[in-house]
């Protein structure tokens, strides 16, 4: 199984911040990694796919970056509908599995 | 508008079985693989199980292999998730989660969850 590590759990930032944190597999998963949004109450939503795609209606403030086993969700300018939890998931290999999380709050 | 309820949940003791229920609405189950996440109180999405558009292919989480069972019937729009042997560490909110189309094995749409909770 593919261990994903994300760093950190809890990230304190204000509102214009950028923010990037990590995401760490096991072994490579080569570029199948996506990123997901949760927000309370929500729905998990999909924000990057395979590394660096955006999905559809997602704004640019959003990037992702990586290979192999590092991998970085970055956002460029916080808004105040970014603080959630984002979550890192693989498909490279089975079973499908999610990082820890990380915490994005408001400073 | 694409809709998936989950229903089933409950209140049971170790060892014991539950099966979920997930109703799709707004789209056509039949061309579109399934997968069953769960969150623990306080913890992060665990994927639980995927199953293919025709049943035909499944695959489990480790911590779950052996004891659960994906299941869908495309005729009444619906997914299935059998839990025996279930464990405190089984306690979680259960999701059905849908297959991206465009990418195999991201998610692109998901239910509210129902909640199993597993205590003596």
């Known amino acids: 199984e593919i261990v994903l590590t994300q760093s950190p759990a809890t990230l304190s930032l204000s509102p214009g911040e950028r923010a990037t944190f990590s995401c760490r597999a096991s072994q490579s998963v080569s570029s199948f990694l996506a990123w997901y949004q949760r927000k309370p109450g929500q729905a998990p939503r999909l924000l990057i796919y395979?590394?660096?795609n955006r999905a559809t209606g997602i704004p640019a403030r959003f990037s992702g970056s990586g290979s192999g086993t590092d991998f970085t969700l970055t956002i460029s300018s916080l808004e105040p509908e970014d603080f959630a939890v984002y979550y890192c998931q693989q498909r490279s290999s089975w079973p499908l599995t999610f990082g820890g999380g990380t915490k994005v709050e408001i400073k | 508008e694409v809709q998936l309820v989950e229903s089933g949940g409950g209140l049971l003791q170790p060892g014991g079985s539950l099966r979920l229920s997930c109703a799709a609405s707004?789209?056509?189950?039949?061309?579109?693989?399934m997968n069953w996440v769960r969150q623990a109180p306080g913890k992060g999405l665990e994927w639980v199980s995927y199953?293919?558009?025709?049943?035909?292919?499944?695959h489990y989480a480790d911590s779950v292999k052996g004891r659960f069972t994906i299941s869908r019937d495309n005729a009444k729009k619906s997914l299935y998730l059998q839990m025996n042997s279930l464990r405190a560490e089984d306690t979680a909110v259960y999701y059905c989660?849908?297959?991206?189309?465009?990418?195999?094995?991201?998610?692109?749409?998901w239910g509210q969850g129902t909640l199993v909770t597993v205590s003596a």
């Open positions: 707004g789209f056509t189950l039949s061309d579109y693989s």
């Open positions: 199953i293919s558009s025709s049943g035909g292919a499944t």
């Open positions: 395979d590394v660096s």
């Open positions: 989660a849908r297959d991206w189309q465009q990418v195999d094995y991201y998610f692109d749409y």
